[in-house]
């Protein structure tokens, strides 16, 4: 740019151009230009000549402006008079054309993921070799040079939304440097492998962080790639082996007699695979123990099924220690005959009990009561009857249940020694319970397939109708239950209040519980009052309830006055009152639920 001026001033000094701004737009084939570089503002003196430079790019990723193609530019030069800002200076100038060869770029164009190790499982597992395949495409003119680094992946694991490090977490071999013609299409291999104890599991979405791209005709022109945003890939990463949870023997004749046909249910925590068990992939303690001859094999989902061939040998339904004969079994590592869905072998693993499945409830065959209308202690029998017990298994008389005009009975005994005591059919009594007992319960009282069960009673029963719920569990958490309703027909006495009582006691109102207050009346009763007094024989509610013939137990007490005060913990009298008779019975009331 030169300032021509040869204007002289009233000082004899030519005129200064100032603020001068050089501004450049596209003459022509605007379609390849991204953007020009402009220098900054300055001054020219008249007379002088400066040399300044811009700077253009050319646009990328457009197939359609790729090759060598034919530019012009206008340049605009504007500035004011150094002598008189009023006058603007400035004048126009269009280059020849440019000749611009359009420089190659890459597009990627699909990103994949491939097996090497166990290929024909579905995720990567632990130690495993993959490949990440990345296909690429020069949408130039000109030659590419691409140099792949183990740096160019992006791994990040999306259940935690951590980027992963590849050469720390992943061993990545990338493939050497490689030229690519405009236009061609190649596929960028990457081989990874997982680290066992660096690597961590689960779903991984997989990108391109970077890629070194030059002009192979021009070293100092890097080139840009672009990858649209549906192209990705996400594998799942399974680090951890495959457990063996659990162990069930099925008998399949209920015979309760180890025999060929019978299966052993081996469930992991994981779904399987498997290709040409043996037994010898499973580990049987104790020795001489043995799934038979040719035993078969199966695997479904997450269990693998072994159905025991002729003469086995085991000793199913016990905890295997060591040192009894019960039966324990294991995994033995070998030969990626058994895996999970990416490729891991489950680790040897230590011997566990084999239980015996049994999914079905026990059955009360019979419940007898020796007549319908009896007294107040009265005696029930139950024929109970497990037919899924198998071995050491079957109904747990440890773990029966009593109900008692729908109250559970808490304090009861079991007891199955020495027991002499017979049917009127001739039909041994095996346990007799006794309710109302606080009594310690007989210890070591193994599961029974078959029992006959004698229910007795510790105390005396109210006057009125009763029903009585059995609950019978076996040992493998299945129940069953039984109803008998009775009647208590002969009162204590003359008297119209035969019991009272309150249940829970203690109880907590301020947990939410409140006490309910049961009696029973030998006859209808008009004058029925119950009151209740503290420690300090202070009235502290009263209530007027039914005073029905029978068992009545719908008055509840929220622990609270008649002013709806809660009441402090301690010791309460119930009275109850009707026909002339009183009754008493304390009452227990915990402690209410601190605030924090």
């Known amino acids: ?127 495993q070799r993959f490949n990440i395949i990345v296909s690429v495409k020069n949408t130039g003119a000109a030659t590419a040079e691409i140099t792949p680094s183990k740096d160019d992946l992006s791994l990040i694991l999306l259940s935690e939304n951590r980027v992963l490090i590849p050469n720390i977490e992943y061993a990545v071999t990338p493939p050497g440097q490689f030229s690519l013609n405009g236009g061609d299409a190649h596929s960028i291999v990457y081989e990874l492998r997982t680290i066992k104890d660096k690597t961590p599991g689960g779903d991984v979405a997989i990108d391109i962080a970077q890629l070194a791209i030059i002009d192979a005709n021009n070293p100092n022109q890097y080139i840009g790639f672009d990858k649209p945003a549906d192209v990705k890939a996400k594998i799942f990463v399974d680090m951890e082996p495959p457990q063996l949870d659990e162990v069930l023997y099925e008998d399949i004749n209920n015979k309760s007699v180890v025999e060929a046909g019978d299966r052993l249910v081996l469930t992991f925590n994981e779904k399987m695979k498997a290709k040409e068990l043996s037994a010898d992939d499973f580990v049987l303690y104790p020795d001489d123990n043995s799934l038979g001859v040719n035993p078969r094999f199966s695997v479904d989902a997450r269990m693998v099924i072994i159905t025991l061939g002729d003469n086995p ?138 029992v006959v069960l004698k229910v007795i009673f510790n105390r005396k029963l109210g006057y009125g109708a009763h029903e009585l719920e059995v609950i019978v569990i076996d040992d493998k958490g299945n129940k069953t239950s039984k109803k008998i309703t009775f009647n208590i027909v002969t009162p204590p006495s003359g008297k119209p209040i035969i019991d009272l009582a309150t249940y829970p006691n203690p109880f907590s109102p301020g947990k939410g519980e409140k006490a309910v207050i049961r009696y029973v009346l030998s006859q209808d009763v008009n004058d029925v009052t119950i009151k209740i007094y503290d420690a300090a024989s202070r009235l502290v509610r009263i209530f007027k309830p039914s005073g029905k013939q029978g068992l009545n137990y719908d008055i509840k007490w929220d622990g609270k006055t008649e002013s709806g005060e809660e009441v402090a913990a301690g010791v309460y009298i119930c009275e109850l009152t009707g026909a002339g008779q009183r009754v008493y019975w304390a009452i227990i009331v915990g402690p209410s639920i601190q605030s924090k």
């Open 313 to 450: 040998k085991l000793s199913p339904e016990g905890i295997y220690d060591g040192k009894s004969d019960s039966s324990g079994i294991g995994t033995r590592v070998r030969d990626y005959h058994l895996v999970d869905l990416a490729g891991n072998m489950p680790l040897a693993s230590e011997p566990l009990d084999i239980d015996i499945t049994d999914d079905k409830p026990p059955r009360v065959v019979n419940a007898s009561l020796s007549n319908e209308n009896t007294n107040e202690t009265p005696s029930f029998f139950l024929n109970l009857t497990d037919e899924s017990a198998g071995f050491d298994s079957g109904i747990n008389l440890n773990h029966l249940e009593f109900l008692l005009d729908g109250f559970p009975v808490k304090e009861w005994t079991v007891n199955n020694q020495d027991i002499r005591e017979s049917l009127p059919d001739g039909t041994k009594v095996t346990a007799i319970a006794e309710l109302f007992s606080t009594s310690s319960q007989a210890a070591d009282i193994l599961p029974q397939k078959d």
């Open 1 to 127: 740019m030169t300032n021509a001026d040869n204007v002289q001033t009233t000082d004899s000094t030519q005129a200064a151009a100032k603020e001068v701004i050089p501004s450049i737009e596209v003459a022509t084939d605007k379609s390849i230009i991204d953007k020009v570089i402009l220098p900054a503002q300055d001054t020219l003196r008249a007379g002088q000549s400066y040399h300044r430079r811009w700077t253009y790019t050319t646009k990328t990723g457009d197939a359609g402006t790729t090759g060598a193609r034919q530019v012009s530019f206008k340049l605009t030069v504007a500035g004011r008079d150094a002598n008189n800002s009023q006058n603007e200076v400035k004048c126009d100038k269009t280059s020849p054309e440019v000749t611009i060869q359009r420089p190659s770029f890459i597009q990627i164009t699909k990103i994949e993921v491939g097996k090497i190790d166990q290929p024909e499982e579905e995720y990567i597992g632990i130690e």
